[in-house]
């Protein structure tokens, strides 16, 4: 069912509640990434040319105890008003009456930050009365933050049982792109999926399995395959109680006729460290000693850059090595350039995979690089987004 947007609704000189996702990373009270604040803007822009009174919420990182004031809204307000160029008003709390004081305040293209959801425990219990306090003050809920549709909080879900809901832009292209590949891709249709741990993604892999052709298994993942096909893989990590499992999703594969390909050539170290000592050896010949930490062995860079070359829609979670050290990224930055060069659509879902993208300086030769690293996972694992299904319904 497809979901209201903006354009479903006249914003002139309505209170529109946006739910924004502005869990931006911050180092001493400074902002190290606005990339989140820069995705919300094209929806803050238009409510703003539109003249509706624009009045945004978030959480903002982890709020326990008394550790607020490092979690305050403040830095993020006022670099919103740097990227708007305008005048951006904040408030100390999220409800009660210096909110409201605040609001009754707005007039028509006036933007205002409420303080950090999550300083109310009944935010992540999307308590009812709380919810009801917050949607209280608008006319409208705009529903923006993708990387939190995946979890059913008062500022995602709770909201929407008391005003009209729709999606907002960033929303609605998250949406698109995601959907768009999992609803109707073009074939050859190729995942690669690495990352550190094969439990972490089993419901993805199980889901993807229906639709795609190729599965490219790299990174930690890579080597709890390795080891279930009965090679020795010496100190790497692997999750040994997931062996069955992972001969369980080799006969699947098969059975449904994708070809899972593992790395042929691995990058083994003697330690964990960018500084180990390190050589490429074949999978069937990793040292007792040592340790996969990169599928970034010249004979696997290039078959899955082949794969990835001839594809007309790919897919990529979790980077294929500890691509943090840079002694072994090759992998994953291998994948990440025979992506930006194919012709394919190319989706990146996964926080850490969109690190080792923009780390490579590739984000611009993607089609979509997801903004929410769980939701995209959910997504992939063909689960619905509760800040989704939420919205109203197109009719
Ligand atoms: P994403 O955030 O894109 O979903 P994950 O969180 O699943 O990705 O996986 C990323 C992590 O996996 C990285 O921190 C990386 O260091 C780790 N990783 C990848 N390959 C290996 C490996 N061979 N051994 C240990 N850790 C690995
Ligand atoms: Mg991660």
Redesign the pocket.
């Known amino acids: 069912m497809r979901k209201k947007t903006l354009k479903d609704f006249d914003f002139k000189g309505k209170r529109a509640l946006v739910r924004v996702d502005f869990n931006v990373p911050l180092e001493n009270g400074n902002i190290t990434d606005d990339t989140r604040i820069q995705a919300a803007l094209p929806t803050i822009q238009y409510l703003i040319n539109e003249g509706a009174r624009v009045i945004l919420m978030s959480h903002l990182g982890r709020p326990k105890g008394d550790n607020k004031d490092q979690f305050r809204m403040d830095p993020v307000a006022r670099r919103l008003a740097d990227l708007l160029q305008k005048e951006v008003k904040k408030v100390d709390d999220c409800i009660g009456p210096e909110v409201q004081k605040a609001v009754a305040d707005l007039q028509d293209g006036d933007v205002l930050v409420l303080e950090n959801t999550r300083f109310y425990e009944e935010e992540e219990k999307n308590d009812p009365a709380f919810a009801k306090e917050l949607a209280s003050i608008a006319d409208i809920f705009v529903s923006d933050a993708f990387g939190t549709v995946h979890r059913a909080h008062a500022s995602t879900v709770g909201v929407t049982e008391y005003l009209p809901s729709v999606a907002g832009f960033l929303l609605q292209k998250e949406l698109e792109a995601l959907g768009g590949v999992m609803e109707n891709p073009e074939h050859p249709f190729v995942a690669i999926m690495?990352?550190?741990?094969v439990s972490?993604?089993i419901g993805v892999i199980r889901n993807l399995m229906n639709k795609i052709d190729y599965l490219l298994v790299?990174?930690?993942?890579?080597?709890t395959f390795i080891r279930a096909k009965g090679y020795e893989t010496g100190k790497?990590?692997v999750e040994e109680d997931k062996l069955d499992l992972a001969i369980e999703l080799l006969k699947e594969a098969e059975e449904k006729g994708v070809e899972l390909v593992l790395p042929v050539d691995?990058v083994v170290a003697d330690e964990?460290s960018n500084d180990a000592n390190s050589k490429v050896v074949p999978i069937d010949q990793i040292p007792e000693d040592w340790?996969?930490?990169?599928?970034g062995g010249p004979k696997t860079i290039e078959k899955y850059s082949e794969i990835i070359k001839n594809a007309k829609t790919v897919i990529w979670?979790?980077?294929?090595?500890?691509?943090?050290?840079d002694n072994?990224a090759r992998g994953?930055n291998a994948i990440a350039e025979a992506m930006a060069e194919s012709n394919a659509i190319t989706i990146?879902?996964?926080?850490?995979?969109?690190?080792?993208i923009k780390k490579a300086g590739l984000e611009d030769k993607m089609t979509h690089i997801s903004t929410g690293?769980g939701a995209s996972?959910m997504f992939f694992e063909g689960l619905p987004l509760p800040g989704v299904e939420a919205l109203d319904d197109q009719e």
């Open positions: 690495g990352g550190a741990k972490d993604k790299g990174g930690g993942i890579a080597n790497s990590l691995v964990f340790e996969s930490l990169d599928s979670n979790g980077p294929l090595g500890v691509f943090e050290f072994f994953t990146i879902g996964g926080g850490d995979s969109a690190a080792a690293g996972l």
